[in-house]
């Protein structure tokens, strides 16, 4: 019998009841090899029965673990087979109506979002590709949990600069799809380089095809429990911060654990990984932001930010695999904006730029995030910012997603309300340089050197 | 089938706290395998390892009763399962 102290205790009941502690998502992944058929309609139907048959009980199951461990279970999830590889259809109508399927078989079990309408095109489309981004605006737009998202980089192949810029008119199709909602059907689309197989967080969830039939993936949160310890030791130097930081994020990861392999267990199911993220809410304390100020900082985007994070990314990673042999997904520290309060205070005061962010996205999870540009932007300014997020992923062969929120009919300076765990930003400004010339001249940028990394 | 739990109950100090807590935790057939109990600067502070039979009584039900007379009596209880506790601090 392992002895647990006094102390261990309290400590463990203060991050849960005081410092925001929680399991920020529950996703089951969810193969759909088995469910095309010959007609969309026919196919659109099996995807809804199989949805239902194998996550009807996540919902319950979740509580019941919420219940007997007394720590919150944020979010259920499911994520898909991309759905670009099951429904073989060039025509977008098709693909809307299988996104209606998801969206109603989510409804039904009850979870929050469903991911995975997706397609990777790193290096071409097919044609059932080219109909799923074609049918996104009215897909995302139209449905209320399905969320989309989009591979048009990697490592390995390059970046698909065609798809780049389809994917700029995508979003500003999407932002006026939404616009009576401040464009919020752009908050559940994702650009994505090096997309991972695993990842329980939405907008980007999807499930890959070298993952199990059925899976459990956990994502763990916890940036009050962070932000806590290293306000607490004011004078501590940085390695011996990292180290706090290590034990920390230890702790919450072995929470991940214990609720993936339960779940996995009751849900017949097999374990996939614990995302090591810290991962932001707009409620007061639950914020990356304010983990920089504990380390000294004045805001974000003060200079020395991208060298603290760094430093909190690494040592987040660092303790979270000493807690679990089953790392995964996107694993780093998260930088929203409109999800973190005090991230969106610090780009509202000018402290924090969208090329700042570019940096730090450079050391962290998870590139240009929730973040709101103005509605009247240009298609290739937008994928010019795109590129670049993806040229970070794939320079440092790390996963980097853009998602933009180009609020329409909003000017630089003007607030977004998004709502819940989306929260709210400032419309932050973008360069006006025109780049119409490079984004114009398509093709694709070709897969770089893995040597001279300079 | 056996199940442990952890009760911890926070709160300003008054008499008889931990024999309202104990009284409720023996109405629900539950067993108290071990108490911590200190005061501090007027804030009382508890642990207790619980441990019931699931053919006696449910956590859903000693919980239900914990957070009653934790409201009743000005503490927050909290009720959860041993297994988080350990997990949290070891391999």
Same mark, same amino acid.
């Given at each position: 019998?392992?002895?647990?102290?006094?102390?261990?205790?309290?400590?463990?009941?203060?991050?849960?009841?005081?410092?925001?502690?929680?399991?920020?998502?529950?996703?089951?992944?969810?193969?759909?090899?088995?469910?095309?058929?010959?007609?969309?309609?026919?196919?659109?139907?099996?995807?809804?029965? #199989?949805?239902?048959? $194998?996550?009807?009980?996540?919902?319950?199951?979740?509580?019941?673990?919420?219940?007997?461990?007394?720590?919150?279970?944020?979010?259920?999830?499911?994520?898909?087979?991309?759905? &670009?590889?099951?429904?073989?259809?060039?025509?977008?109508?098709?693909?809307?109506?299988?996104?209606?399927?998801?969206?109603?078989?989510?409804?039904?079990?009850?979870?929050?979002?469903?991911?995975?309408?997706?397609?990777?095109?790193?290096?071409?489309?097919? $044609?059932?590709?080219?109909?799923?981004?074609?049918?996104?605006?009215? !897909?995302?737009?139209?449905?209320?949990?399905?969320?989309?998202?989009?591979?048009?980089?990697?490592? $390995?192949?390059?970046? /698909?600069?065609?798809?780049?810029?389809?994917?700029?008119?995508?979003?500003?199709?999407?932002?006026?799809?939404?616009?009576?909602?401040?464009?919020?059907?752009?908050?559940?689309?994702?650009?994505?380089?090096?997309?991972?197989?695993?990842?329980?967080?939405?907008?980007?969830?999807?499930?890959?095809?070298?993952?199990?039939?059925?899976?459990? /993936?956990?994502?763990?949160?916890?940036?009050?429990?962070?932000?806590?310890?290293?306000?607490?030791?004011?004078?501590?130097?940085? @390695?011996?911060?990292?180290?706090?930081?290590?034990?920390?994020?230890? #702790?919450?990861?072995?929470?991940?654990?214990?609720?993936?392999?339960?779940?996995?267990?009751?849900?017949?199911?097999?374990?996939?990984?614990?995302?090591?993220?810290?991962?932001?809410?707009?409620?007061?304390?639950?914020?990356?932001?304010?983990?920089?100020?504990?380390?000294?900082?004045?805001?974000?985007?003060?200079?020395?930010?991208?060298?603290?994070?760094?430093?909190? /990314?690494?040592?987040?990673?660092?303790?979270?695999?000493?807690?679990?042999?089953?790392?995964?997904?996107?694993?780093?520290?998260?930088?929203?904006?409109?999800?973190?309060?005090?991230?969106?205070? !610090?780009?509202?005061?000018?402290?924090?730029?969208?090329?700042?962010?570019?940096?730090?996205?450079?050391?962290?999870?998870?590139?240009?995030?929730?973040?709101?540009?103005?509605?009247? @932007?240009?298609?290739?300014?937008? &994928?010019?910012?795109?590129?670049?997020?993806? &040229?970070?992923?794939?320079?440092?062969?790390?996963?980097?997603?853009?998602?933009?929120?180009?609020?329409?009919?909003?000017?630089?300076?003007?607030?977004?309300?998004?709502?819940?765990?989306?929260?709210?930003?400032?419309?932050?400004?973008?360069?006006?340089?025109? /780049?119409?010339?490079?984004?114009?001249?398509?093709?694709?940028?070709?897969?770089?050197?893995?040597?001279?990394?300079? | 089938?056996?199940?442990?739990?952890?009760?911890?109950?926070?709160?300003? =100090?008054?008499?008889?706290?931990?024999?309202?807590?104990?009284?409720?935790?023996?109405?629900? =057939?539950?067993?108290?395998? =071990?108490?911590?109990?200190?005061?501090?600067?007027?804030?009382?502070?508890?642990?207790?390892?619980?441990?019931? =039979?699931?053919?006696?009584?449910?956590?859903?039900?000693?919980?239900?009763?914990?957070?009653?007379?934790?409201?009743?009596?000005?503490?927050?209880?909290?009720?959860?399962?041993?297994?988080?506790?350990?997990?949290?601090?070891?391999?």
């Amino acid at each position: 019998m392992v002895f647990i102290t006094a102390e261990e205790i309290l400590e463990t009941v203060s991050m849960i009841r005081s410092e925001n502690l929680d399991v920020r998502a529950i996703t089951m992944g969810i193969s759909l090899d088995d469910c095309a058929e010959r007609e969309v309609r026919r196919t659109a139907e099996r995807i809804h029965a #199989k949805v239902v048959r $194998r996550a009807g009980r996540l919902v319950d199951v979740a509580h019941e673990l919420q219940e007997k461990y007394g720590i919150p279970i944020v979010n259920r999830r499911v994520s898909l087979t991309p759905i &670009a590889e099951v429904v073989g259809s060039d025509d977008p109508a098709d693909l809307v109506e299988v996104a209606h399927a998801l969206d109603a078989a989510a409804e039904e079990v009850g979870i929050d979002f469903i991911g995975g309408f997706s397609a990777l095109v790193q290096k071409g489309f097919t $044609r059932s590709d080219a109909a799923l981004i074609e049918a996104i605006p009215e !897909a995302i737009g139209g449905t209320g949990r399905v969320c989309s998202s989009v591979n048009v980089a990697s490592t $390995r192949a390059g970046i /698909n600069m065609d798809a780049v810029v389809r994917m700029a008119d995508v979003v500003l199709a999407l932002a006026k799809r939404t616009a009576a909602h401040d464009s919020i059907g752009c908050a559940k689309l994702v650009v994505f380089c090096n997309v991972p197989e695993d990842n329980p967080f939405m907008a980007g969830a999807l499930h890959g095809s070298g993952e199990p039939e059925v899976s459990i /993936n956990v994502a763990i949160s916890g940036p009050g429990v962070v932000r806590t310890m290293v306000a607490n030791h004011p004078d501590a130097s940085l @390695i011996e911060l990292a180290d706090l930081i290590k034990r920390t994020t230890f #702790k919450i990861t072995r929470v991940g654990e214990l609720v993936a392999r339960e779940a996995s267990q009751m849900l017949d199911a097999q374990m996939g990984i614990i995302d090591l993220s810290l991962a932001p809410t707009p409620a007061v304390g639950d914020s990356i932001a304010e983990i920089l100020q504990a380390m000294g900082l004045e805001q974000p985007g003060a200079p020395g930010t991208t060298a603290a994070l760094a430093m909190l /990314n690494d040592a987040v990673k660092k303790g979270g695999t000493m807690a679990t042999s089953s790392t995964g997904g996107l694993s780093g520290a998260f930088i929203p904006v409109s999800e973190d309060a005090a991230m969106a205070r !610090a780009a509202a005061s000018g402290a924090l730029t969208i090329e700042k962010l570019e940096a730090m996205t450079a050391v962290c999870s998870l590139g240009l995030d929730m973040i709101v540009v103005p509605g009247d @932007i240009s298609r290739n300014a937008l &994928a010019g910012v795109i590129a670049d997020v993806m &040229a970070i992923g794939m320079i440092n062969s790390k996963t980097t997603g853009a998602r933009l929120i180009p609020a329409y009919g909003k000017q630089v300076g003007e607030w977004v309300k998004l709502g819940g765990l989306f929260g709210e930003a400032p419309v932050m400004p973008v360069s006006a340089a025109g /780049n119409d010339a490079f984004v114009g001249r398509g093709g694709r940028i070709p897969a770089p050197l893995q040597s001279l990394t300079n | 089938m056996r199940t442990t739990v952890i009760v911890t109950a926070l709160g300003p =100090d008054s008499h008889g706290l931990l024999a309202q807590v104990a009284t409720t935790i023996a109405e629900q =057939d539950a067993n108290i395998d =071990d108490v911590s109990q200190t005061v501090a600067n007027g804030m009382f502070t508890m642990i207790m390892f619980v441990s019931f =039979d699931q053919s006696e009584t449910t956590m859903a039900q000693l919980k239900e009763a914990l957070e009653a007379t934790g409201e009743r009596i000005g503490l927050q209880i909290h009720v959860q399962h041993e297994n988080i506790f350990r997990f949290m601090h070891r391999v």
